[in-house]
T-cell receptor, first 113, second 116 residues
């Protein structure tokens, strides 16, 4: 049973507009969430994270929102740029674990010029 | 090197053969993880090494999979008697230390394994 779910396999957005990528989780023990970005033939690269004690974290064009009651988080990219086109993975971790990340299946974002 | 490196980048093998995948973590990183990504799936945790401690093998899918880490640095993931369902991208990641939750893991480019 998937603990981290990204229900949209793909998303297409116009350059300059906002991209919103969604992620849902089932394990209430998760206390840290991360977003990774992956280009083809490359490994995932860390993008932004949020602790479960916060509801928002912002880094430049990227903002992650966490709604613990709904077990939902989202990544906002604004303004979107063609270079943002990649697969975005949502990942979660809980403090009692060995540190391994639990990933969603990813959402492929296409930003069109 | 500056990042995590993995070799080979691609591997095609016949069903039943053994394969070895190598990972060179970032120098000084004590934590090392192996994940795999099957087609259409997210990354699946396989095994974790932290310093000289016994590895966490809880994610290994079968006893055909094993991994070792020599000298606290380079790691090798071995798959014996490969099966077609082993076809996936195998990713290695390292982090500085498992001192805090959510510490950034840095990934290598992966090894694409195809079992015919």
């Amino acid at each position: 049973d998937q603990q981290v779910k990204q229900n949209s396999p793909s998303l297409s957005v116009q350059e300059g507009r906002i991209s919103i990528l969604n992620c849902d989780y089932t394990n209430s023990m998760f206390d840290y969430f991360l977003w990774y970005k992956k280009y083809p033939a490359e490994g995932p690269t860390f993008l932004i994270s949020i602790s479960s004690i916060k509801d928002k974290n912002e880094d430049g064009r990227f903002t992650v929102f966490l709604n613990k009651s709904a077990k939902h988080l989202s990544l906002h990219i604004v303004p979107s740029q063609p270079g943002d086109s990649a697969v975005y993975f949502c990942a979660a971790i809980y403090g009692g674990s060995q540190g391994n990340l639990i990933f969603g299946k990813g959402t492929k974002l296409s930003v069109k010029p | 090197g500056a990042g995590v490196s993995q070799s080979p980048s691609n591997k095609v093998t016949e069903k039943g053969k053994d394969v070895e995948l190598r990972c060179d973590p970032i120098s000084g990183h004590t934590a090392l993880y192996w994940y795999r990504q099957s087609l259409g799936q997210g990354l699946e945790f396989l095994i974790y090494f932290q310093g000289n401690s016994a590895p966490d093998k809880s994610g290994l899918p079968s006893d055909r999979f094993s991994a070792e880490r020599t000298g606290g640095s380079v790691s090798t993931l071995t798959i014996q008697r490969t099966q077609q369902e082993d076809s996936a991208v195998y990713l290695c990641a390292s982090s500085l230390n498992r001192g805090s939750v959510g510490e950034t893991q840095y990934f290598g480019p992966g090894t694409r394994l195809l079992v015919l």
